[in-house]
């Protein structure tokens, strides 16, 4: 069974950076299109970012040009670079496999942006 952990969150404010990062073991994340996920404060959790195999990836709108996710297949970490954060990125971070997830979610990183 995999087990993910995520780490690397924080209180900002606005305008700042943060680097998340995600480790995994049972499964190799090479395989698999990865992704970070972002639940915001009585909200469901929805999809951000999306890397491949390939390194290619998406973003959703609100965070394309601010956000950045990378991944270190030797570490089998996913990273996600945070800049120029927005009291709207506020919630708790994800990372899973995407479109279908692994069986299980780690327990997440709070991310909090405020003044």
């Known amino acids: 069974q995999v087990q993910i952990v995520e780490s690397g969150g924080g209180l900002v404010h606005p305008g700042g950076s943060l680097k998340l990062s995600c480790t995994a073991s049972g499964r190799t994340l090479h395989f698999y299109t990865m ?22 990836e998406k973003y959703i709108d609100s965070v394309r040009g601010r956000f950045t996710i990378s991944r270190d297949d030797r570490q089998n970490t996913l990273h996600l670079q945070m800049n120029d954060l927005k009291p709207d990125d506020t919630g708790v971070y994800y990372c899973n496999k995407w479109p279908d997830t692994f069986g299980s979610w780690g327990q997440g990183t709070q991310v909090t942006v405020s003044s």
């Open 35 to 56: 992704a970070w996920y972002h639940q915001a404060p009585g909200k469901q959790r929805e999809l951000v970012a999306s890397c491949t195999s390939n390194t290619s």
